[in-house]
């Protein structure tokens, strides 16, 4: 007998916010899994821990007015987001719209490995 693995969906973000053409693509596939109710651990390597600080206008990302993007996830499906240490203590914790537990790269992978499927950005 297999073991299931623990979580559904694990998404690797590796761009910072508006760096790349769609500004939300990451996003879109995030709500997708949670509408679907997957479980999801995301993991924002670098810069990318950025596009959790609240207090961007909506309408920056192509979003409408009244989305409130990532703060979104937790009321769709359940999520576990991950950043590395040293970009972690660069950021002012209050200010994220999720909670996130500072890893080292090994431990990041780990929990990578857990996942029964992984999209990389």
Known sequence: MVEKAAT???LVIHTAPFAQRSARTQLDIALAAGVLEMSMEVFFI???IYQLVDGKEPH???????????????????IRCYAECDWVQRIDSSRLMLPIEAVSGPVM????????RVLGF
């Open 8 to 10: 559904d969906l694990g």
């Open 46 to 48: 670098g810069p990318a």
């Open 60 to 78: 920056l990302a192509g979003l409408a007015g009244g989305m409130r993007g990532w703060k979104t996830l937790p009321q769709l499906s359940h």
């Open 109 to 116: 992978r780990e929990k990578m490995g857990r996942c029964n």
